[in-house]
């Protein structure tokens, strides 16, 4: 029987329970099981479980067979435990590092009572941190083992189920249940205190509780709300309550959690009926004598003590008017960046939006390409009804394919386009400030499977970070419906790096649709496009951009590399796009042993020409993976870049689902890779094979079809993927015969 078992209940919180459930499973001390629970959830929570699971045996796997809630979730993992202790864990907090060691130490010190407070804090997206308010108890309490007559102030402790160890054998002789009313954990919090026979307190920090943007409870406004007041008036009627003191203290607590919900969690139409109805609560249940802590709380509480929505909303009227002036002042301050098109904007923002209307851009207005490409194109195939223009900079026009309709930035006809639009599709940003209208829908794509860190991430990454508006960047993700991905690491990772209310789609990456589609005569295709003989090996030479380098310096010695390699190569040297064709190139010559092939307006058409791709840390090792065909990854300044940029995992591990084939430090070494053999060897196809299954498991050649549907014709569910063993990539080169008739170059 283990010493703690921690209910961990799961509903769309795929971007940080895996970091929930390692918080536990990497404690230094205690004797643990973890029961994670899937409440039905709609993204990966479920996959996830499986997979700590499978390499965990102390989690223990629950799966619901409907969303229940939260409250039905805590039961079904207590039902589950064998714990001598229950703690309950949200799936979007942290358990501190040291915290089952020094439990169990004040547990044991303590004559393992009933029930163990302990204290934890708030963090925001920011990494701003907020004290609890129940330090001061914990502290002064010690090591006392108290009742809640005894120490009535225990009741005005912050009302969690996850801030105290619990007696399973206490908790279960009990009866208690969270069930499956909102803020039920407001009653049980309470109520456990009130019947422990033997209470104690660690003042300690054990949880990190997460401040959401949205997609929690209290972060989503609503009627739904309103139960809290339903909680306290059951708490308030209970005759058990430990006398005056103890209601003193429930009331304190009582006011500070009704003043946080009827700030920022109501909607307009349930404001009224929460206001009189707390007022009854607020009057009826006052202690002679009781005193606010905070100003801003005897503020609200008088407030809201009149039982008038009217009369609240004058008590609280300056502080509303000094809002709506700070208001007025961004408006105007926002104005005057806006000024040039602000007045024919909104004019067109109040037009009707068309539904039929689909407005694209790639790689901040570069051209079509990428994702938003391959979606444009498949929309053309099964959804003509709709009409697809393209943003694109005035400098790139000229590259556009013929017929393509296009609006260049910040044109007349760009903001009526994005004023108008039913859908906007991006793997970046929009330039300027738009307004996303509710009624239209916007399909973030991305660009790349994250290796390197990303968004709010890079806040801890001074040489990334410097000078990035990271407030626009939670506007900007705040804009999204949806967010593509191609694999369950991305949808973890950008869930938690952009956190907003958008709805994942494990769509797969449209953009690397083409390697399922593309068959023989598509790669001979590519390859004389390019001029390569046959025969030849030709290698995607790809580096990655360096933040911490103003220009660009090619990683390799690519005359050297191609010394090394002998005759029958040839590198095609693609430089990443913030570049575009680097001085360093002019040098080459097309028909040489490497040419540059950074304006080649299609990276996934040289992809399809390679026959192996040598890269150091782009995320287009990822898209390649799709094909089948050697990666072999040039690391020789892995240390710095990944002090400099952060990574989310070891891509040099030699681990199985991290390191795609050969590592090579030089020159020397990349040319012995491939001239040895070992570039398509046994061991690199082996950690090729673990590394497709885990980053291209949603992409099988229908996803630019799964958007379409999905997005734009409102079909559901999402077509079924094709198991990894029925998808057939493009050929590789090697595998072509010249007994084949060939294709002529376009």
């Not at 064998?82 to 590092?97: E, K, R, S, V």
């Not at 456990?192 to 003042?203: E, F, G, K, N």
């Not at 000024?339 to 407005?359: E, F, H, K």
């Not at 029958?568 to 796009?577: C, D, I, K």
Request: proline residues 7%; hydrophobic residues 40%.
């Amino acid at each position: 029987m283990p010493r703690f078992s921690v209910v961990v209940p799961a509903h769309r919180a795929q971007g940080f329970l895996r970091s929930c459930l390692e918080s536990v499973l990497d404690q230094s001390g205690g004797d643990v099981e973890v029961v994670a629970v899937d409440d039905a959830s709609p993204d990966a929570c479920g996959a996830i479980i499986a997979d700590l699971a499978a390499a965990d045996p102390r989690v223990v796997p629950v799966r619901l067979d409907r969303t229940c809630g939260t409250g039905p979730a805590r039961d079904a993992g207590a039902a589950r435990a064998t714990g001598d202790y229950l703690l309950f864990l949200d799936a979007d907090d942290l358990m501190a590092p040291g915290t089952l060691a020094a439990l169990d130490t004040r547990l044991g010190r303590t004559g393992d009572p009933d029930v163990l407070l302990y204290d934890h804090e708030r963090f925001t997206v920011w990494e701003n941190v907020q004290e609890s308010g129940d330090g001061d108890f914990l502290a002064a309490a010690g090591e006392r083992v108290f009742t809640a007559a005894d120490l009535p102030d225990c009741l005005a402790c912050y009302p969690a189920a996850w801030n105290r160890a619990i007696r399973r054998e206490f908790w279960t002789s009990g009866g208690f249940a969270f069930g499956d009313a909102p803020y039920a954990d407001v009653a049980v919090a309470t109520r456990v205190l009130t019947a422990a026979p033997r209470i104690a307190c660690l003042d300690r920090v054990c949880v990190r509780w997460r401040k959401r943007r949205s997609g929690s409870l209290t972060t989503t406004r609503g009627a739904h709300h309103l139960a809290v007041l339903d909680r306290y008036g059951e708490i308030m009627a209970d005759k058990g309550l430990p006398g005056a003191a103890g209601r003193a203290a429930l009331y304190g607590q009582m006011a500070a959690l009704l003043m946080a919900v009827g700030e920022d969690r109501l909607n307009p139409e349930a404001a009224p009926d929460f206001v009189r109805r707390a007022g009854r609560l607020l009057t009826d249940h006052r202690p002679a004598g009781w005193i606010a802590p905070e100003p801003k709380e005897a503020r609200w509480v008088r407030a809201a003590g009149t039982g008038s929505y009217g009369r609240y909303r004058a008590a609280l009227g300056t502080r509303s008017l000094a809002m709506r002036i700070a208001k007025k002042l961004r408006a105007r301050k926002n104005g005057l960046a806006r000024a040039l098109y602000q007045s024919y904007y909104r004019l067109r923002l109040r037009r009707p939006v068309d539904p039929d209307l689909v407005v694209y851009a790639a790689y901040w207005n570069r051209g079509v390409s990428c994702n938003p490409a391959a979606i444009y194109r498949k929309a053309v195939e099964i959804a003509p009804h709709l009409h697809g223009v393209w943003v694109v900079n005035k400098r790139d026009r000229d590259a556009l394919p013929p017929g393509v309709d296009h609006v260049v930035v910040n044109s007349r006809r760009y903001w009526d386009v994005l004023a108008r639009a039913g859908f906007l599709v991006n793997n970046a940003n929009f330039t300027g400030q738009v307004t996303k209208r509710p009624e239209q829908r916007y399909v973030q794509t991305h660009h790349g499977t994250p290796l390197k860190h990303m968004g709010m991430d890079l806040r801890a990454r001074p040489a990334v970070g410097k000078g990035m508006s990271f407030g626009r960047l939670l506007d900007h993700a705040d804009q999204w419906d949806y967010s593509l991905v191609s694999n369950q690491h991305s949808a973890e990772v950008f869930d938690r790096v952009y956190p907003s209310g958008y709805r994942t789609l494990p769509t797969g990456y449209p953009r690397n649709d083409v390697f399922y589609t593309s068959g023989p005569d598509d790669v001979r295709r590519a390859r004389r496009a390019l001029g390569l003989a046959d025969g030849t090996t030709a290698i995607l030479y790809a580096p990655t951009h360096r933040d911490y380098q103003r220009e660009f310096v090619l990683p390799l010695d690519l005359e050297r590399l191609a010394r090394e390699l002998g005759p029958g190569y040839t590198l095609l040297v693609r430089a990443h796009y913030f570049y575009g064709q680097s001085p360093q190139f002019e040098a080459l010559h097309p028909a040489g042993a490497v040419v540059d092939v950074s304006a080649h307006p299609s990276v996934e058409e040289l992809c399809l020409a390679s026959d192996a791709l040598v890269t150091d840390f782009s995320s287009l090792m990822f898209d390649y993976a799709n094909l089948d065909r050697p990666i072999v990854v040039h690391a020789a300044d892995w240390a710095a870049y990944q002090a400099a940029r952060g990574v989310y995992f070891d891509l040099l591990s030699g681990r199985p689902g991290e390191t795609p084939g050969v590592v090579a430090q030089d020159e020397a070494s990349l040319a012995a890779a491939f001239r040895g053999g070992a570039w398509h060897g046994p061991e690199a196809e082996a950690l090729r094979g673990a590394f497709r299954t885990r980053f291209c498991s949603y992409d099988d050649g229908l996803a630019a079809e799964r958007v379409v549907r999905r997005v734009f014709l409102h079909e559901e569910p999402l077509l079924p993927y094709r198991p990894l063993s029925d998808r057939h990539p493009a050929p590789a080169p090697s595998a072509l015969t010249a007994a084949v008739p060939a294709v002529p170059a376009p």
